[in-house]
């Protein structure tokens, strides 16, 4: 079974903090993305990677950033959080389809952020 | 820009009943389709993968069906079970990979 995992369920920082989550995946999907979840918005794409160093803006990257140096590891970095970054925070992983397009999406279990 | 609306947002049954959920999305140039299932407080499970070549897929109770040219999903539950109970997602995949989901229906299957 694919296994992602994130490295908190629940965190909570103070505003201006630096602020890491960290994700991990055991199938050696080449990508991965990130996703915050809000009531009403549904989930929005922050960032993706398909390949190591490879990162794609998704449709909500301002104020956060990526890394990715290994095939497994996908970093989410809140460089100054805000209080409107208060969210649920979902990793997922796939492989490439036959199509070239993304595949099934697995997704960690996710971390629920609170900026104070 | 890619819309996905999921109708209704939300649905009570009793066990027992068939249920149908909707998914429609405004660009038919999509790849595949995948239908979630989000527990409260939790990840997203992958329920069903349709590729765009495809009509429907089955797992167990579920199937789900795909009209590329109309810009619509279907989710169908059979016999539904308490154990159902759970919001559910469909997402499509359009260019550079990137999902776009739908709201949810968040369904409630009584005793």
């Known amino acids: 079974d694919v296994k992602v995992t994130q490295s908190s369920r629940y965190l909570v920082k103070r505003t201006g903090e630096k602020v890491f989550l960290e994700c991990v995946q055991d199938?050696?999907?080449?990508?991965m993305f990130w996703y915050r979840q809000d009531p009403g918005l549904g989930l929005r794409l922050i960032y993706f990677?398909?390949?190591?160093?490879?990162?794609e803006k998704g449709d909500i990257p301002e104020g956060y950033s990526v890394s990715r140096e290994k095939k497994e590891r996908f970093s989410l970095i809140l460089e100054s959080a805000s209080t409107n970054q208060t969210s649920m925070y979902l990793c997922a992983s796939s492989l490439i389809g036959a199509s070239g397009r993304t595949d099934t999406q697995y997704f960690g279990p996710g971390t629920r952020l609170t900026v104070l | 820009k890619q819309e996905v609306t999921q109708i209704p947002a939300a649905l009570s049954v009793p066990e027992g009943e068939n249920l149908v959920l909707n998914c429609s999305f405004t660009d038919s140039a999509i790849y595949n389709l995948q239908w979630f299932r989000q527990d409260p407080g939790k990840g997203l499970t992958s329920l069903l993968l349709?590729?765009?070549?495809?009509r429907e897929q089955t797992s167990g109770r579920l199937n789900a069906s795909l009209d590329k040219s109309s810009g619509r999903s279907t989710l169908y539950i059979a016999a539904s079970q308490p154990g159902d109970s759970a919001t559910y997602l469909c997402?499509?995949?359009?260019?550079?990979?990137?999902?776009?989901f739908g709201t949810g229906t968040r369904l409630q299957v009584t005793l």
């Open positions: 990677s398909y390949d190591v160093k490879m990162k």
């Open positions: 349709i590729q765009s070549s495809q």
């Open positions: 997402a499509v995949t359009g260019t550079a990979s990137k999902l776009t």
């Open positions: 199938m050696d999907h080449e990508n």
